[in-house]
């Protein structure tokens, strides 16, 4: 089982950036594909990116492909999500999960996932 912990959310200003972190403790890190999640209130749950256990494979959704970055580091036992040019409909509260899968953007293929951390983009 792997426990994970998301930081990093806040408020900030269309066009900013912000980093977000996800911290895993439990079994090896680097057993799982991971991935972003976002949901906004009134909206369906949203694949944001993917990468592999090894960080060599990457997916991207389409509304934030070029903006956004995922990586990992597995010495660190962190999931990362590098967001740039952030837009209003990027506001959510933003979720990282494990998988014994590959990478992938189905939900449902997650194993475990964090409690989320609240991210605000202002016009």
């Known amino acids: 089982q792997v426990q994970l912990v998301e930081s990093g959310g806040g408020l900030v200003q269309a066009g900013g950036s912000l980093r977000l972190s996800c911290a895993a403790s439990?079994?090896?890190?680097?057993?799982?594909?991971m991935g972003w999640f976002r949901q906004a209130p009134g909206k369906e749950r949203e694949s944001v990116a993917a990468?592999?256990?090894?960080?060599?494979?990457?997916l991207y959704g389409d509304s934030v492909a070029g903006r956004f970055t995922i990586s990992r580091d597995n010495a660190k036992n962190t999931l990362y999500l590098q967001m740039n040019s952030l837009k209003p409909e990027d506001t959510a509260v933003y979720y990282c999960a494990a998988s014994i899968f590959g990478v992938t953007r189905e939900a449902r293929q997650y194993n475990y996932w964090g409690q989320g951390t609240q991210v605000t983009v202002s016009s």
């Open positions: 990468v592999s256990w090894s960080g060599g494979n990457t």
């Open positions: 439990g079994r090896t890190f680097n057993s799982y594909s």
